[in-house]
């Protein structure tokens, strides 16, 4: 369903983005269980979902992993699910509820053994879209499940993800040199990955989709995870990737690392963690910033005496981390990301052009 876009009804598609609410033909290619109940009015369903891949993603094995949804919260409003076993990469689209051409594809965390779907997806797309900037939250591949490459497979998956919104960007109304990447925890270490890694693709060429560039125009890293050192991982993480890569242990902490790939003039980044981190050290966070201005990058840096880690929005109230959705507000505001913003009047006259 890679050009999904394309073939919606098109006044649909133009009455859909206008009013903010995403879709309104075009079948869901997301699957049934990761959309939970409709009742969670403060955690919206995505608009659509749309497959990376046009067929089976590179690399698969005979078997395909089972998809499996939890929720961990016992409170059906505030839902904290996490997926497993992923199959299908996909991206899930929350569109801008006032468009300023700007979007990010959002890369949650969860230790490379699980995708945190709300704390470190929905939660963040609201906030977001709420802000002018459309967001694709990405769904992606998991190193235990049997994948060729499969240390690379969520990385693969974030490049495809980066192509797939520039290729798409004219019918999302959108400014392909204006399209972000933002990773939480291990969701850091992939985008980080995407960073490291330029325009180097970690698979072959499926489609039409993969002429388009993959380097993100802004970088988001929130308490990430990065260098694979003994002192510096995070365990769960390293030993997820370090099981898949199978390869001598300083081989694949080399590899791994991208903190230590980092190109020259990467594109400006903003970073935060807390220095109470008790499951990614913030050293990871001071390494990259190291990195980042080593190679000529612009950086914004916050590290917040108290926080904890996985965090998110939901989880700052009372901590000197709660500051984080503001800076980062102010700081894609002066990158361009938030401003200007299109009022009515304009909007108005785009639907009428478009029409």
Not at 120 to 127: M, S
Not at 160 to 178: G, I, K, P, S
Not at 223 to 233: F, W
Request: with cysteine; glycine share 10%; net charge neutral.
């Amino acid at each position: 369903m890679t050009d999904a876009p394309a073939r919606l009804d098109r006044r649909a598609f133009v009455s859909a983005v206008a009013l903010g609410t995403g879709w309104a033909s075009g079948s869901d290619t997301g699957p049934a269980a990761a959309n939970g109940p409709a009742d969670a009015a403060d955690q919206p369903e995505p608009a659509h979902s749309f497959d990376l891949w046009p067929g089976p993603p590179p690399g698969a094995p005979p078997i395909l992993p089972v998809e499996k949804l939890q929720d961990r919260s016992p409170d059906p409003r505030r839902r904290d699910r996490i997926l497993t076993g992923v199959a299908r990469p996909r991206l899930d689209y929350y569109p801008a509820t006032a468009p300023n051409g700007a979007a990010v594809v959002v890369a949650p965390g969860g230790g490379y053994v699980r995708i945190a779907i709300d704390k470190e997806g929905v939660d963040i797309a609201r906030w977001l879209s709420a802000r002018g900037v459309a967001v694709f939250v990405l769904t992606y591949r998991l190193p235990a499940d049997g994948w060729h490459d499969a240390a690379f497979a969520a990385v693969a998956d974030a490049q495809r993800a980066m192509r797939w919104v520039r290729h798409h960007a004219a019918e999302f109304r959108l400014d392909a040199q204006r399209i972000g990447l933002i990773g939480f925890s291990a969701g850091g270490h992939v985008a980080a990955g995407v960073l490291a890694d330029g325009e180097d693709a970690r698979y072959p060429p499926a489609d039409a989709v993969d002429r388009a560039p993959i380097r993100p125009d802004l970088l988001g890293l929130f308490y990430p995870v990065l260098d694979m050192s003994p002192r510096l991982a995070h365990p769960l993480s390293r030993k997820a990737l370090f099981d898949a890569a199978g390869l001598p242990d300083a081989v694949a902490e080399a590899r791994l690392s991208p903190n230590r790939r980092v190109p020259t003039a990467p594109p400006p980044a903003f970073l935060c963690c807390a220095m109470d981190d008790p499951s990614v050290p913030p050293d990871n966070t001071l390494a990259m910033i190291t990195a980042l201005k080593a190679r000529d990058g612009r950086v914004e840096a916050h590290l917040f005496e108290r926080g904890g880690h996985g965090f998110g929005i939901r989880g700052t109230a009372g901590q000197p981390a709660s500051a984080w959705p503001e800076l980062l507000q102010a700081w894609m505001r002066s990158q361009g990301f938030l401003d200007p913003r299109p009022d009515g009047r304009a909007m108005a006259g785009w639907v009428r052009h478009f029409l």
